[in-house]
């Protein structure tokens, strides 16, 4: 099965209520597909995470390294874009491109050998993945508690188990949107707090210790990915469970994030650790370590797919006698995005609070071309 042709969709929709987390303003969402096709006529599709212009420029370049390639071979192909754009970085934009082209090389094998993908990786551990809203961005122009009140509202309301908010506003908002949040929910829905690295560890220890009685299932990215050293202290100084990761790649990458004793919970996106090959193999990472990992999921229903597949591959932890512990939640972000449902022919849904992996060959999605068209911004 050669690669006979590559081909990335710039998708972007302007959104009508901006909203920023604490490093990042969204007015738009905007994502990078790759499809990848081959000479038995199959098709394979992947997704980038990232700036969708930046990972484009990598998927360019490494585009005349695939080309004639056994699409097939994934581990050899992986290698090879590593080993060629190692001295690029080996971190960032290489690897969410090669985390675009690793999935869509998956999605491929599961076509050719007519299963799921998640049968080739292992198989699954399970079927049903009970998931968490992500939600909680601060919207501009709203005043903060009283919109974030509305929105968890109805998150409660449609009944979600579990709900994460974004931090990193300032220490005395912070505190006081996190205890509403836990009053306007109940003792009954997980909590989770997100900081995207807005905090160093002074700060977030000063958040963590005054919302110490809210019951919070974990603080995530507290401090900038790249101070591992401020993890560590962190852990020591409060008593959240950290989690992070979503910027961390590679086996390599996360080896060291672990051997620093940084996180509790690890957060690998598989569109950006390094694809599904790479994401396998952070997996024996965790079990090492004694890491739990619950994956950070952000994109189209290509994400999602190629998410929930990840999903269902994680071993059970502890692997305990006569039962099965639940799964990790996941990650189902709630903000505004058309590209989550309007461009495969059969969107994911909720049922009763979880989500079903995909069980038709590869990533089990099938994309509406004419939707892809519709979102190409304008240059
Ligand atoms: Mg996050």
Redesign the pocket.
């Given at each position: 099965m050669k690669i006979t042709e590559i081909v990335t969709y710039h998708l972007s929709h302007e959104l009508e209520q901006p909203f920023e987390?604490a490093s990042m303003l969204f007015t738009s969402r905007d994502h990078l597909l790759i499809e990848i096709h081959c000479d038995n006529g199959l098709v394979g599709w992947g997704e980038c995470l990232g700036n969708r212009i930046v990972n484009d420029a990598f998927i360019q370049a490494m585009k005349p390294h695939l080309i004639g390639k056994n699409a097939l071979n994934i581990e050899p192909i992986w290698l090879k874009l590593y080993n060629i754009f190692r001295d690029q970085g080996q971190r960032g934009a290489t690897i969410n491109a090669i985390s675009g082209i690793d999935i869509a090389l998956w999605d491929l094998a599961g076509k050719y050998h007519q299963c799921p993908t998640h049968q080739l990786l292992g198989g699954a551990f399970r079927e049903q993945i009970p998931v968490y809203a992500?939600g909680g961005f601060r919207l501009v122009g709203q005043d903060r508690i009283e919109s974030l009140l509305e929105e968890v509202s109805g998150y409660k309301q449609a009944g979600f188990k579990a709900v994460?908010i974004k931090i990193g506003f300032g220490i005395g908002l912070d505190i006081a949107s996190i205890k509403a949040v836990r009053q306007c929910l109940g003792e009954d829905i997980e909590l989770m707090i997100?900081a995207?690295h807005g905090y160093d560890h002074i700060d977030a220890a000063r958040v963590a210790n005054a919302v110490s009685d809210c019951d919070l299932l974990w603080f995530?990215?507290p401090v900038v990915p790249e101070a591992l050293s401020s993890y560590h202290k962190l852990r020591s100084s409060q008593a959240i469970p950290l989690a992070g990761g979503?910027t961390w790649h590679t086996r390599w990458g996360i080896n060291e994030a672990l051997k620093q004793n940084t996180v509790d919970i690890l957060?690998p996106d598989v569109c950006g650790v390094g694809g599904l090959s790479e994401a396998k193999k952070v997996l024996t990472l965790c079990d090492i370590y004694g890491v739990r990992c619950v994956p950070?999921v952000w994109g189209t229903s290509v994400a999602l797919a190629a998410g929930l597949h990840f999903h269902a591959i994680i071993p059970p932890s502890p692997p305990s006698y006569g039962c099965t512990p639940d799964s990790p939640r996941f990650e189902y972000d709630q903000t505004h995005n058309p590209f989550r449902s309007s461009i495969v022919t059969q969107p994911f849904e909720l049922n009763d609070g979880y989500l079903t992996v995909p069980q038709g060959h590869g990533l089990g999605i099938e994309i509406r071309p004419e939707e892809l068209a519709k979102y190409r911004p304008k240059v």
């Open positions: 987390s992500t994460k997100d995207n995530e990215e979503e957060q950070h």
